[in-house]
């Protein structure tokens, strides 16, 4: 089972939006709405920001907001901030066979 | 508030047996529906997923490393084992072990991840 396919890096200005996408398969994020999303600061180990798609865990801020279109999903995060600079990783269920992708990560700088 | 924290080895010599126990705390493995699960993370690349137990002790590998991975759980101390053989330098890496409710496959809460490298 391949990767799920991510852009490596994304830049945009504070206060702006920008939307990170996450391509799949089919057999994957296009099957299952089992996608998720990992902030990773610095250092640090991996963060849960987005669950099923489009759910947000508790505590995590509402800027931060999840969609999917077919074998596509996204990232989109408003009002950036200087906080919000770090890698994201997105993930999904794939079937009994993979169980479990991820793609390759993509690196948000925040001018 | 639950925990988890890696521990074991840092380094591991090329062809010898990998093997780290993650410490659940705030939690019990034993009850509540949930996958307990390991991952991992090489130098500058991506996330992977290495496979998860539950407490029942059912598995699920990630097929690349299936041959040579197994993950086990021991209840009474509230722990959960990977053990990965053969190693080499490829699986130098950050490893980390993490939550997962059942049903919603999403990697909840994280251990700080432990760094090990296989070298000679």
């Known amino acids: 089972q391949s990767a799920l396919t991510q852009p490596a890096s994304v830049s945009e200005y504070l206060g702006q939006s920008i939307t990170i996408s996450c391509t799949g398969t089919?057999?994957?994020?296009?099957?299952?709405?089992?996608v998720s999303w990992y902030q990773q600061l610095p250092g640090k180990a991996p963060k849960l920001i987005i669950y099923?798609?489009?759910k947000r865990p508790s505590g995590v801020s509402n800027r931060f907001s999840g969609s999917k279109s077919g074998i596509t999903a996204s990232l989109t995060v408003s009002g950036l901030q200087a906080e919000d600079e770090a890698d994201y990783h997105c993930?999904?269920?794939?079937?009994?066979?993979?169980?479990?992708?991820f793609g390759g990560g993509t690196r948000l700088t925040v001018l | 508030q639950v925990q988890l924290q890696e521990s074991g080895p840092r380094l591991v010599k090329p062809s010898q047996t990998l093997s780290l126990t993650c410490t659940v705390s705030?939690?019990?493995?034993?009850?509540?529906?949930?996958?307990w699960s390991w991952l991992r993370q090489k130098p500058g690349k991506g996330l992977e997923w290495i496979g998860y137990i539950y407490h029942s002790g059912s598995t699920h590998y990630n097929s690349s490393l299936k041959s040579r991975v197994s993950i086990s759980v021991d209840t009474s101390k509230n722990q959960f084992s990977l053990k990965l053989t053969s190693v080499t330098a490829a699986d130098t890496a950050v490893y980390y072990c993490?939550?997962?409710?059942?049903?919603?496959?999403?990697?909840?809460?994280w251990g700080l991840g432990t760094l090990v490298t296989v070298s000679s």
């Open positions: 099923d798609v489009t």
């Open positions: 993490a939550r997962v409710p059942s049903g919603d496959d999403a990697f909840e809460i």
């Open positions: 993930c999904s269920y794939a079937g009994t066979n993979a169980y479990v992708i």
């Open positions: 089919s057999s994957d994020v296009g099957k299952y709405d089992l």
């Open positions: 705030g939690d019990s493995i034993s009850t509540g529906d949930y996958y």
